[in-house]
């Protein structure tokens, strides 16, 4: 004779009916960001309107702060070099900086990025 067992699963939705998951975040969306262009926006996760900090006559290890007293809390390198940003406008390594290759996109800044320094 056979016997056979029968197992039952039950799985428990929320009453919208859509399962969640706590550690997905949303994707922030992909930013527009010509090729050999650093782009830079105000707020993270690439909100607001996006800037551009004009970089091609700029020599290399010069230092170029975003104009206006701009910040920048998420950024694109879309430049064929790495470039090095600071949170002081004036390049100085006594506050945070980062250096980023080419080709980065950053959606949230790890501090506010006021300056920028290219490297060939």
């Known amino acids: 004779m056979c016997a056979t067992v029968g197992i039952g699963v039950v799985l428990a939705l929320p009453a919208s009916g859509e399962l969640a998951f706590a550690d997905s975040a949303p ?3 992909r930013p527009a960001c010509a090729p050999e262009q650093f782009c830079y926006w105000a707020d993270a996760d690439y909100h607001g309107k996006p800037q551009l900090l004009d970089l091609s006559s700029a020599s290399s290890s010069t230092c170029v702060p975003l104009p206006d ?3 920048a809390r998420s950024f694109v390198n879309n430049r064929a070099q790495e470039i090095t940003l600071y949170e002081g406008d004036h390049c100085s390594t006594e506050g945070d900086f ?3 290759p080419e080709a980065t996109e950053v959606p ?4 506010v990025v006021r300056a920028v320094e290219i490297w060939n």
């Open 27 to 29: 994707t922030p969306p």
């Open 69 to 71: 007293g701009a910040e």
């Open 98 to 100: 980062r250096t980023y």
């Open 108 to 111: 949230s800044a790890p501090f």
